[in-house]
């Protein structure tokens, strides 16, 4: 999943050092964020993940899913399936997202008491993905070309040197469908990859933040990593979503069927 707020690994302590990436002259903070959108996005990948929904007061339920992800033809955008095993509430639950570059994302949703696949517009983003803190926009990405970006500062998180980068909706249309005024990204250095985000909302109140750990390089021929453990927090309701991925495989040959509203359908 592309949650790079962006959101949204082995531990970090882990992670295998690499170097710096190299640009022919010095990045602007958009041509950063555009370069670290695609580190996560593998020709192809299958995985499993175990989402787990705590609520203020410590209570968890969890929820199991399997997905797949796979690159268009144009090499940019991707197309991403989530299916949710278990529990029996959410079962056969299935979301499929597909980027755009040059137009509006397509965002579908199929719910098995309805037996019905509902197709999603631009003002759904902000939505909440599946009762998750993460929303159907942050996990599909954010368009780089709808923010203004400024680079705050340079400094560590998470032991690794990091650029933080302010985006702000260039539109009220933008703020609208994300959800967010504003964004503060950091970007670790070393390999462009977006490991926090704090979210303000339409209002210009905090309303999230994000953590990406347990890094990994699942391509090295192609510089690709994913994070194994993404988390949200909404800081308006105490709410906190954890997804702890498994067994992500990449380059896979993943089927073009797994993203058409007819395999969304199948029980």
């Not at 399997?66 to 268009?72: A, D, I, P, Q, Y």
């Not at 942050?138 to 998180?157: F, M, P, S, T």
């Not at 994913?226 to 105490?238: D, H, I, P, V």
Request: a neutral charge; glycine letters at 4%; one cysteine or more.
């Amino acid at each position: 999943m592309n949650l790079r707020v962006v959101l949204l690994a082995a531990s970090v302590a882990a992670t295998p050092l690499v170097a710096p990436l190299a640009f022919a002259a010095e990045p602007s903070p958009a041509e950063i964020v555009q370069k670290s959108l695609s580190v996560n996005k593998m020709l192809d990948s299958t995985s499993d993940a175990t989402f787990t929904l705590i609520n203020k007061s410590g209570q968890e339920r969890v929820r199991k899913t399997f997905g797949v992800s796979k690159l268009e033809a144009n090499g940019e955008d991707n197309m991403r399936m989530t299916r949710f095993m278990a529990p029996a509430d959410v079962k056969g639950t299935v979301s499929l997202l597909i980027e755009h570059s040059a137009g509006e994302d397509d965002i579908w949703i199929y719910l098995p008491a309805l037996k019905k696949v509902r197709r999603l517009v631009s003002s759904n983003k902000k939505d909440s993905f599946v009762g998750t803190d993460f929303s159907y926009g942050d996990v599909i990405g954010h368009k780089v070309a709808e923010w203004n970006y400024k680079l705050l500062r340079e400094e560590q998180a998470d032991g690794a040197d990091c650029y933080v980068i302010e985006a702000s909706a260039k539109s009220d249309e933008v703020r609208d469908n994300s959800g967010y005024a504003k964004r503060v990204i950091w970007i670790r250095k070393d390999n462009l990859f977006a490991i926090k985000g704090d979210m303000w909302d339409e209002a210009g109140q905090p309303v999230k933040k994000f953590h990406m750990t347990e890094l990994k390089e699942v391509d090295a021929a192609h510089h690709k990593w994913q994070a194994m453990k993404l988390e949200a927090e909404n800081l308006q309701t105490g709410h906190k979503t954890v997804i702890a991925f498994e067994n992500f495989k990449v380059n896979q040959k993943v089927r073009d069927d797994f993203f058409t509203t007819r395999y969304m359908e199948k029980e």
